[in-house]
């Protein structure tokens, strides 16, 4: 097992060229958006976000804006709930958000709250609880959670609480580990940590580590490094991260670095 | 990862090169000077995407705009914005959904894991209504017998049982799926929706005991299988003192016990039993001792600490979490 690579993950990130005709290539444009929230935070826990003209993100970000006050994945694309999130966690990042209108954004959010106290993830109405987290989080940023009905809101996320102690998309669905994210940080920012059963909800998480040292999903299913984050991050914010074996979870991380 | 769906000549005409095209003018990506997190095309996605541009900043409703979003689907149904177009598109030129319908089934195929596919089939199902029951269901079931545990296709299977109804043959589909593999989360998560949600089976109390039989069957045959134990206690939720007392429950704890074999959640479950009020009796002591090996557990006459100092060293990955279990027992008398 190596170190981190920093350096090649910077430069990675810096020059994100593939092949030209290379399908996967294609599939990302519409959500530019996500992509640039990922890698320009990974930049930053790297400690080289100054690599980034930081001028030309805002400008770019700006024009992703509609009028509604949402924003769109890329240039030209509809606004939605999503990208709405990663447009104001990136502007954070820089130290920016005095760029935008937080009213104007704040109203797209609340326009996007269902009578449930669930939120939509745009015009077209689908539902899932990733949506409560990104209203609940961008909100947040925007000093401005108290436009939306909390009270409602959180009751809609703990009626997604399954009787494992974890969380589905929608009441009735799956615990998985992304959803769990969602929900808990949700109901974190909203100072509604105390309705998770966070000893039965730890336990179920911890029981996500396989004999790899790798993080799955949910139960029997294979480990991937992209639940270190949704496992992770959801074991700190209630507070039992040490239930599982650090260690074994770097190695694991370190043995799916593509050098 | 979305993927593409071929082509059925290989000879495709550009756009540029079409008549029926000619009299617009495609429309280039604006990435601003320098694009942050720059993407490289291939020449046929940038001119439908360029044509694209066209057709939907002059919202122009018309079948070529239609085609064109198919062609757009089918080099990136990832992109959302195009599958907006297309519902207003569908609606404005009032499109027949059954066809609709199909048209996302051949998409679907190469693309299943796809939030944007899985979305507008339930627009137009809903738009279809109660009609398009069986085919969801249908839909549903082909997606899982491939991927079984694919969480679009379950969540979209949930959305229409609460919507258009067809509780009835659910908990035997669970049971099908079941029997072909024990460890399938997502159809015990289903089992569990149909018992307490099913206008037809009253409810997880009128359930219990056959869910009981059912699943301690299931913990017999596979007693390492996390969620057979977990919906055994889902079926005493809020219930604890039942749980407790049900000498099923208990009893499938000891036969296993006593095989010495794949007992990590017989021990956990027998903890949780404890910590509820379950009193072991000696049959559960003698189990228990014969588990430990000669030095490395503590001899302990308390026996939830002893099977937490088990645990500690059969589940070491979780070492913090049954040390921790251990400290928050009552003092031993």
């Known amino acids: 097992m190596g170190d981190l690579v920093a350096e090649k993950h910077v430069q990675y990130i810096l020059s994100v060229q593939k092949k030209k005709d290379s399908f996967e290539s294609v599939v990302m444009e519409h959500l530019r958006m996500n992509g640039a929230y990922w890698g320009l935070t990974t930049l930053h826990l790297l400690g080289k976000l100054d690599t980034v003209d930081v001028h030309e993100v805002v400008s770019w970000i700006m024009s992703c804006q509609h009028d509604e006050g949402g924003f769109g994945g890329n240039v030209g694309h509809d606004p939605h709930i999503l990208y709405t999130l990663s447009a104001v966690q990136v502007l954070a990042l820089f130290n920016k958000l005095d760029v935008i209108d937080a009213d104007k954004v704040t109203n797209y959010i609340v326009g996007l709250q269902n009578e449930d106290g669930s939120f939509s993830g745009d015009i077209w109405g689908e539902?899932?609880?990733?949506?409560?987290?990104?209203?609940?989080?961008?909100?947040?940023?925007?000093?401005?959670?108290?436009?939306?009905?909390?009270?409602?809101?959180?009751?809609?996320?703990?009626?997604?609480?399954n009787m494992d102690g974890g969380f589905g998309c929608?009441?009735?669905?799956?615990?998985?580990?992304?959803?769990?994210?969602?929900?808990?940080?949700?109901?974190?920012?909203?100072?509604?940590?105390?309705?998770?059963?966070?000893?039965?909800?730890?336990?179920?998480?911890?029981?996500r580590q396989v004999k790899s040292g790798g993080l799955n999903g949910r139960p029997e299913k294979l480990p991937d490094v992209c639940y270190s984050w949704w496992v992770l991050s959801s074991l700190i914010m209630i507070d039992r991260v040490h239930w599982i074996s650090k260690e074994k979870l770097i190695k694991f991380i370190l043995d799916c670095q593509v050098i | 990862?979305?993927?593409?769906?071929?082509?059925?000549?290989?000879?495709?005409?550009?756009?540029?090169?079409?008549?029926?095209?000619?009299?617009?003018?495609?429309?280039?990506?604006?990435?601003?000077?320098?694009?942050?997190?720059?993407?490289?095309?291939?020449?046929?996605?940038?001119?439908?995407?360029?044509?694209?541009?066209?057709?939907?900043?002059?919202?122009?409703?018309?079948?070529?705009?239609?085609?064109?979003?198919?062609?757009?689907?089918?080099?990136?149904?990832?992109?959302?914005?195009?599958?907006?177009?297309?519902?207003?598109?569908?609606?404005?030129?009032?499109?027949?959904?059954?066809?609709?319908?199909?048209?996302?089934?051949?998409?679907?195929?190469?693309?299943?894991?796809n939030y944007q596919i899985w979305h507008h089939r339930r627009w137009v199902a809903?738009?279809?209504?109660?009609?398009?029951?069986?085919?969801?269901?249908?839909?549903?079931?082909?997606?899982?017998?491939?991927?079984?545990?694919?969480?679009?296709?379950?969540?979209?299977?949930?959305?229409?049982?609460?919507?258009?109804?067809?509780?009835?043959?659910?908990?035997?589909?669970?049971?099908?799926?079941?029997?072909?593999?024990?460890?399938?989360?997502?159809?015990?998560?289903?089992?569990?929706?149909?018992?307490?949600?099913s206008p037809f089976l009253g409810g997880i109390k009128a359930m219990r005991e056959s869910e009981v039989l059912y699943t301690i069957e299931a913990i017999i045959s596979y007693p390492e299988n996390e969620s057979s134990w977990r919906y055994l206690r889902g079926l005493y939720k809020d219930e604890a003192t039942l749980y407790v007392n049900d000498t099923?429950?208990?009893?499938?704890?000891?036969?296993?016990?006593?095989?010495?074999?794949?007992?990590?959640?017989?021990?956990?479950?027998?903890?949780?039993?404890?910590?509820?009020?379950?009193?072991?009796?000696?049959?559960?002591?003698d189990a228990i001792e014969a588990l430990r090996t000669s030095d490395n557990e503590e001899q302990d006459s308390d026996i939830a600490r002893t099977i937490c100092s088990i645990l500690e060293q059969v589940d070491p990955i979780r070492v913090n979490y049954w040390v921790w279990r251990k400290s928050r027992l009552p003092q031993a008398a």
């Open chain 1, 127 to 161: 539902v899932d609880t990733r949506f409560s987290y990104i209203a609940i989080c961008c909100l947040s940023l925007l000093h401005r959670l108290d436009r939306i009905n909390v009270d409602k809101a959180v009751k809609y996320i703990i009626s997604c609480q």
């Open chain 1, 170 to 207: 929608t009441p009735g669905g799956e615990s998985h580990a992304g959803q769990i994210f969602c929900c808990v940080g949700a109901l974190a920012i909203a100072g509604s940590l105390d309705l998770v059963d966070k000893d039965l909800l730890g336990w179920w998480l911890c029981e």
């Open chain 2, 126 to 197: 809903e738009k279809l209504g109660l009609e398009a029951r069986n085919s969801e269901l249908e839909f549903t079931k082909k997606i899982l017998s491939i991927d079984a545990k694919h969480y679009h296709a379950w969540s979209h299977r949930q959305w229409v049982l609460q919507t258009l109804g067809g509780w009835e043959d659910e908990l035997n589909y669970c049971s099908e799926l079941l029997a072909e593999d024990i460890f399938n989360n997502s159809a015990w998560n289903q089992r569990y929706f149909v018992i307490t949600r």
């Open chain 2, 1 to 113: 990862m979305a993927g593409k769906i071929e082509d059925e000549s290989n000879d495709r005409v550009p756009l540029r090169l079409r008549p029926e095209w000619s009299d617009v003018t495609p429309i280039p990506q604006n990435n601003g000077p320098n694009p942050v997190v720059p993407i490289n095309y291939s020449e046929e996605f940038s001119e439908v995407m360029d044509y694209f541009r066209a057709v939907y900043f002059a919202n122009e409703l018309s079948s070529r705009a239609l085609s064109l979003t198919a062609e757009a689907i089918s080099l990136n149904a990832g992109n959302y914005t195009v599958w907006h177009f297309r519902r207003s598109l569908l609606e404005s030129l009032k499109v027949d959904l059954h066809v609709e319908r199909e048209f996302v089934e051949r998409v679907a195929s190469g693309n299943s894991k």
């Open chain 2, 248 to 285: 099923q429950v208990s009893s499938v704890c000891l036969k296993i016990l006593r095989t010495k074999s794949n007992y990590l959640f017989v021990l956990s479950t027998l903890l949780d039993l404890i910590c509820l009020g379950y009193q072991p009796n000696e049959d559960f002591r």
